[in-house]
Nanobody, 120 residues
Framework: VQLQAYGGGLVQPGGSLRLSCVAS????????MGWYRQALGEQREMVAT???????NYADSVQGRFTISRDNAKNTVYLQMNSLEPEDAAVYYC???????????????WGQGTLVTVSS
């Protein structure tokens, strides 16, 4: 199983970016998916998560600005980021909790990270 994240880049304060993360490989079912971020010198923190049923959870710092969604048919999770602030600059990591086989235990997988820079 691999997770590939896309969509990072440089954006001005107040701008928007959309991150995507695709899970590929032998996948039977996917439970939760989501995004974490890690700024330079900081610990990794949860940004947003979404369950297989579509329930979402956001960090207080991004509530109302970021929207997480998923396309189960494409094994893809998205993060729409609006009104970006310099404090949002970080490497964003996607994750997926999934089963490779119906009988296997769920395993947490991480993507490689995509850099988001917010600067004028």
């Amino acid at each position: 199983v691999q997770l590939q994240a896309y969509g990072g880049g440089l954006v001005q304060p107040g701008g928007s970016l959309r991150l995507s993360c695709v899970a590929s490989g032998i996948i039977s079912s996917i439970n939760a998916m989501g995004w974490y971020r890690q700024a330079l010198g900081e610990q990794r923190e949860m940004v947003a998560t979404i369950t297989s049923g579509g329930s979402t959870n956001y960090a207080d710092s991004v509530q109302g600005r970021f929207t997480i969604s998923r396309d189960n048919a494409k094994n893809t999770v998205y993060l729409q980021m609006n009104s970006l602030e310099p404090e949002d600059a970080a490497v964003y990591y996607c994750y997926s909790n999934l089963r490779s086989r119906p009988w296997s235990s769920p395993i947490h997988y991480w993507g490689q990270g995509t850099l988001v820079t917010v600067s004028s």
